[in-house]
């Protein structure tokens, strides 16, 4: 199949065992798509929701990058690993003695503000290089602690050596981390066993497709299986604009508007997506637009702003 451009979010439930990339490449070889991008990266152990942009929508894949994550983790008390999860190889091993309440006064402590120190084997970089080909080398380099924020840590299931917690975190959250942390404050270490991303901003997994499903698909049933081109941007306050706003926003201006401050999906007379801007006093500053060319291109209708 020829590459051709579609533009639209696809609902991706990534397996374990493949990385976040090869789902890509899967993914844009059956829909055939000239340009696409995924909007956060999964470890090949971890399962789950990976929103997949095509086309103009790469222009919002940020926002989801952006956005709050939900998931299911299992974590493995008792057992320590060199990559802080299954992956890796036992460094330590320790009994397990607390009971469910420890563990549950050891998840509110860790919710909240907190700062992590990124794992050893992961894809930050520095100098250049990802820091997990320094750690395969036994070579430390530096990695300095990073705020993140974990809005919630409910246990779903507790078994031990074994728990299940529902993890509601702001990007940048190393899940892996936190369960090893969560087992070095109960005196047991842990690793993470298995990780199910539920939720990326305002997508469900239960929306979400296998790359299985879109192989049983034919090309039209594919293409309906996508989001809309804007659906990144739906808990965004909608501003409708008029035809010389947005071609002076086009041209770098910043037009005048009656808006209120804050942040604003944009859309034309017609109901086609601008973009997102910013207002700020009485003007409105371009963030993210589409290009010319996208604007005649199907969005949804969110509703007004909430």
Not at 147 to 170: F, K, M, N
Request: hydrophobic letters at 40%.
């Amino acid at each position: 199949m020829p590459r051709r451009r579609i533009d639209g979010v696809l609902l991706l439930d990534k397996p374990p065992g493949i990385t976040s990339h090869a789902a890509l490449s899967r993914v844009k070889r059956l829909f055939g798509a000239a340009k696409a991008g995924h909007t956060g990266t999964l470890d090949p152990l971890a399962s789950g929701l990976l929103p997949i942009c095509f086309g103009s929508a790469t222009r919002f894949a940020q926002f989801l990058l952006d956005a709050d994550k939900r998931y299911t983790a299992t974590i493995r008390f008792g057992v320590s690993t060199t990559t802080l999860d299954a992956e890796g190889d036992v460094v330590a091993t320790r009994p397990v003695t607390f009971a469910r309440p420890d563990l549950e006064a050891t998840l509110a402590r860790f919710t909240g503000a907190i700062r992590q120190v990124p794992p050893a084997h992961s894809a930050l970089k520095f100098e250049g290089r990802p820091h997990y080909e320094y750690a395969r080398r036994g070579i430390d380099v530096p990695r300095p602690p990073r705020d993140v924020i974990v809005h919630a840590l409910t246990l779903v299931a507790w078994g031990s050596p074994d728990a299940i917690v529902d993890v509601h975190c702001s990007k940048g959250t190393y899940v892996r981390t936190l369960a090893a942390d969560m087992g070095d404050a109960l005196g047991s270490g842990a690793h993470l066993a298995a990780l199910r991303r539920t939720r990326t901003g305002p997508f469900a997994i239960d929306d979400a497709v296998t790359i299985q499903d879109l192989e049983r698909m034919d090309d039209e049933a594919r293409i309906a299986s996508l989001e809309p081109l804007d659906a990144p941007l739906a808990a965004i306050p909608k501003l409708v604009v008029n035809a010389r706003t947005a071609s002076a926003l086009r041209q770098g201006r910043r037009p005048v508007t009656p808006a209120i401050d804050g942040r604003y999906r944009l859309y034309g007379p017609k109901g086609e997506c601008v973009g997102v801007g910013d207002v700020a006093g009485d003007r409105l500053i371009a963030v993210r637009l589409l290009p010319w060319d996208t604007t005649s291109l199907h969005c949804d209708d969110h509703g007004d702003a909430p």
